[in-house]
């Protein structure tokens, strides 16, 4: 009896064991927040990291660049990883403040990953889509039957980068009323120009809203414009090339002075600076300078899966990642610059070198 007993006790152990180890693991939750302007290719870098990591399930989520850091720096959310279209937002505005509970900062190092182009996005319905080109575009657009959409300034880095291209294309076509010919009367409070011999600042108002009836359409993130477009709603966006093309829309390409994508325009692009004048946060006053676009990505201080986040970033600056962004349209980076180079991990350094 005992030796029945003791092979039924084995078998069952034996059985247990194996239903233990045919039960799924529990996958750790990554939480990914990125601007809406990567939603393909962050969406394609998630299944190919899950399929290559199975303990991992990659949560993205997509707001304006201003708005994703806002969900870490100021409705303290746990976040893993950081991704945003200006990478000047991750020092102005996470090296800047403090993790309540350690003191820290909420980041110190990123890695400028990624560029791209701003362009004219419109469908084959838009008014007059069968005159515009890369010639004519601001006088289009300056006609009153014709909408205009771009991402509000306030939350989404392609919004303010919109307000810049109008500035330059007023010094580019040496039209100095340009940017008032496009923006006069647009808004219930205006937005305004102060020219130094500096350059010029635009003045972005606390409270910005479209006046009734006006062709300038607002929206808190440019990713929301495209459905306008889709819809016929709006007749022309300003978009990120990358995401024109992913959405197969038409797209009127930009000159180098004005897309904000070509290093060798930087000095062009200096003359431009955008002010938020609010106190949106805490210790800091936004101000943005005309530059090359340049993509940021980190992993906060205070992430609750920093090992986990340290391997989704290593895939997305590494060989499989770059070859996912690439077919998403998204104008990649060589070589990939890190600021705070000495603060990243070790298997990100080797994919880096620091910043100048």
Partial sequence: MKSKSLICLSLVLTLTLILSACQPREKTPLVVFS???????????????????????????????????????????????????????????????????????YANWYVRFATNKLGLAYSK?????????????????????VKVGIADPRFDAAGYRALMVFQLAGKLY????????????????????????????????????????????????????????????????FEYESVIRQHWLGLVELPAELNLGDAGMEQFYEGVTVNLDFQRFASVQPVFRG??????????????????????????LGPEGQKIMAADYQPLLDPLVADGYENLPAALQALTQPAP
Avoid: C
């Fill in 125 to 145: 319905n838009s008014r007059y889509a069968d005159e515009i080109n890369s010639e004519n575009w601001m006088k289009i657009l300056q006609r009153k039957d």
């Fill in 291 to 316: 530059e090359q676009i340049g993509y940021g990505i980190t992993i906060p201080s205070n992430a609750p899966h920093p090992r986990e986040a340290e391997r989704f970033v290593e895939f997305v």
């Fill in 35 to 105: 601007a809406g302007s990567l939603i393909q290719p962050m969406a394609d870098m998630e299944a190919a990291f899950e399929a290559a990591n199975p303990d991992i399930d990659v949560l993205n989520e997509y707001h304006g660049s201003i708005q994703v850091i806002r969900h870490v720096t100021e409705l303290h959310e746990s976040i893993d990883v950081v991704a945003t279209a200006d990478q000047a937002l991750i020092p102005m505005l996470m090296y800047a403040s403090a993790v309540p509970e350690t003191g820290q900062p």
């Fill in 174 to 237: 040496d039209q100095p009323t340009l940017f008032f010919d496009m923006f006069d009367g647009a808004f219930k409070y205006p937005v305004t120009v102060e020219n130094g011999a500096d350059g010029a600042v635009v003045h972005v108002p606390e409270l910005l809203e479209s006046q009734s009836g006006s062709h300038i359409l607002l929206r808190g993130a440019s990713i929301q414009l495209i459905a306008l477009l889709e819809s016929g709603d709006l007749d022309y966006a």
